[in-house]
């Protein structure tokens, strides 16, 4: 039996491309945040879905400055907080709840961002440990309602990788020390800064746009 070299190699070739080109991002719909063009965003406290207590805080305390970099007035956190409390919203779960309109009624902000943390803290494998970051946002227009944009991103401190010589005592070693820092220190506390940086920096494929603030405002 005959086999065709050439078409075998082209075949080859184009399996091969095939995995090596990745999937580009489908472009976001940003028409209703061309409408809406929000100057003000009102940060609330993110709602926090892992066993972390620290996270919600962790997280807020590090979303205000990709934001004003990226070109919007953004109200202080701190203050944004005790308001609520101070109207009778405790807990991110009621402020969530609360409709658009009345956080505009007290704020007079045109978006709110609504922050989902789905993983804080420490994460364990035999030969590994890393601080682990993840979460969702979407920001909303407070006098229509309308979901302007979604984002989600991760971040942790193993990305580079980890090196323990080759040892498996060593990697487990290692992986136990780690496990340790990571969970004393509160080593997802500056994870969340790059997580928050990731999730609300303009400039990158499907980030939120630039603000008014931005010498790129109104150039995407």
């Given at each position: 039996m005959?086999?065709?070299?050439?078409?075998?190699?082209?075949?080859?070739?184009?399996?091969?491309?095939?995995?090596?080109?990745?999937?580009?991002?489908?472009?976001?719909?940003?028409?209703?945040?061309?409408k809406s063009r929000p100057h003000s965003i009102v940060i609330?406290?993110?709602?926090?879905?892992?066993?972390?207590?620290?996270?919600t805080y962790s997280m807020l305390s590090q979303m205000t400055y990709p934001l004003a970099e990226a070109g919007y007035y953004v109200l202080p956190v701190a203050l944004v907080d005790e308001t609520f409390k101070q109207n009778g919203l405790?807990?991110?779960?009621?402020?969530?709840?609360?409709a658009?309109?009345?956080?505009?009624?007290?704020?007079?902000?045109d978006a709110a961002l609504y922050?989902?943390?789905?993983?804080?803290?420490?994460?364990?494998?035999?030969?590994?440990?890393?601080?682990?970051?993840?979460?969702?946002?979407?920001?909303?227009d407070l006098k229509s309602g309308s979901v302007l944009w979604e984002g989600r991103a991760t971040a942790s401190n193993n990305e580079g990788g980890n090196n323990s010589?080759?040892?498996?005592?060593?990697?487990?070693?290692?992986?136990?020390?780690?496990?340790?820092?990571?969970?004393?220190?509160?080593?997802?506390?500056?994870v969340a800064g790059i997580t928050s940086q990731r999730l609300l920096g303009a400039g990158h494929p499907n980030a939120i746009l630039f603000g008014p603030r931005s010498v790129n405002y109104a150039k995407d």
């Amino acid at each position: 039996m005959k086999v065709n070299y050439l078409k075998l190699g082209i075949s080859l070739l184009t399996a091969l491309l095939a995995v090596g080109c990745a999937t580009p991002p489908t472009p976001y719909d940003f028409s209703e945040f061309k409408k809406s063009r929000p100057h003000s965003i009102v940060i609330l406290p993110p709602l926090n879905q892992s066993p972390d207590v620290k996270a919600t805080y962790s997280m807020l305390s590090q979303m205000t400055y990709p934001l004003a970099e990226a070109g919007y007035y953004v109200l202080p956190v701190a203050l944004v907080d005790e308001t609520f409390k101070q109207n009778g919203l405790a807990s991110p779960d009621d402020i969530h709840a609360t409709a658009p309109a009345k956080i505009k009624e007290i704020f007079g902000a045109d978006a709110a961002l609504y922050v989902t943390i789905t993983q804080y803290g420490a994460v364990y494998s035999v030969l590994n440990s890393a601080a682990v970051v993840t979460a969702n946002a979407k920001l909303v227009d407070l006098k229509s309602g309308s979901v302007l944009w979604e984002g989600r991103a991760t971040a942790s401190n193993n990305e580079g990788g980890n090196n323990s010589g080759g040892s498996l005592i060593g990697a487990l070693v290692a992986a136990a020390v780690k496990q340790i820092i990571n969970s004393v220190a509160d080593a997802a506390h500056p994870v969340a800064g790059i997580t928050s940086q990731r999730l609300l920096g303009a400039g990158h494929p499907n980030a939120i746009l630039f603000g008014p603030r931005s010498v790129n405002y109104a150039k995407d």
